[in-house]
């Protein structure tokens, strides 16, 4: 019996011991380092305020909706494979990709149909749009699109702002940024931001 009880201890100290330092010292450390300025707001989720509310997160793209389609004036996410609609918005709780190979009879008709309605936003050829336009990525929720795809959409949201083109142009160069390896890319949630601001509140 007394092997056995001292076996029975000494199991009983090594799951005290793993408890103490995986169950509080390693969580404690975690967010102690998660404290640490530069961090912090990463750990958080990188949400951008606005006069003290969140207005979303750097990180998570969601497509914003006009309240007036006619008169829109955001720049748009690439589309969601997620989303009932074929340009979305997607619902970040539930993003993913389609599983669906390049041949995919249903893949190659989403992409005609969402060329089409990207052209005719635009008021551009359907050989004008660029493939992020009309793809959606593997996470759905891409915060940033093509360099490309920003400038096809400065002149309708230059229009719909009263701001000059030269200006809407300056704002996505100012939100322009690596995405991904080297690969410059426009973060739209910012750059929606920068226009609502420079137009002079919301629209």
């Known amino acids: 019996m007394k092997p056995l009880f001292k076996q029975t201890l000494a199991g009983l100290r090594v799951l005290l011991v793993f408890t103490v330092l995986l ?27 606005r ?10 793209g969601v497509d914003p909706v006009a309240a007036d389609p006619a008169k829109d004036p955001w720049f748009h996410n690439r589309p969601s494979a997620g989303s009932k609609d074929a340009l979305g918005p997607g619902d970040p709780s539930s993003s993913g990709p389609s599983n669906k190979g ?7 008709a989403a992409i005609g149909e969402r060329k089409k309605l990207v052209a005719a936003r635009e008021g551009v050829q359907e ?16 915060p940033a699109i093509s360099v490309a795809y920003a400038d096809l959409q400065i002149p309708r949201v230059a229009r719909n702002t009263g ?5 809407v142009r300056q704002l996505v160069a100012e939100n ?28």
């Open 127 to 142: 050989s004008q749009v660029p493939a992020d336009a009309v793809t959606a990525s593997g996470s759905g929720m891409d």
């Open 176 to 203: 322009t940024s690596g995405a991904g390896i080297g690969v410059p890319g426009v973060n739209v949630l910012k750059v929606n931001l920068a226009v609502r601001d420079a137009a002079g509140g919301a629209h």
């Open 51 to 60: 006069n003290g509310q969140a207005v979303g997160s750097s990180r998570i």
């Open 102 to 108: 390049p041949y995919n009879e249903d893949l190659v």
């Open 23 to 49: 169950g509080v010292v390693y969580p404690l450390g975690v967010w102690a380092v998660s404290r640490i300025p530069g961090l912090e707001g990463n750990a958080e989720g990188s949400i951008i305020t």
């Open 163 to 167: 701001l000059s083109e030269e200006k």
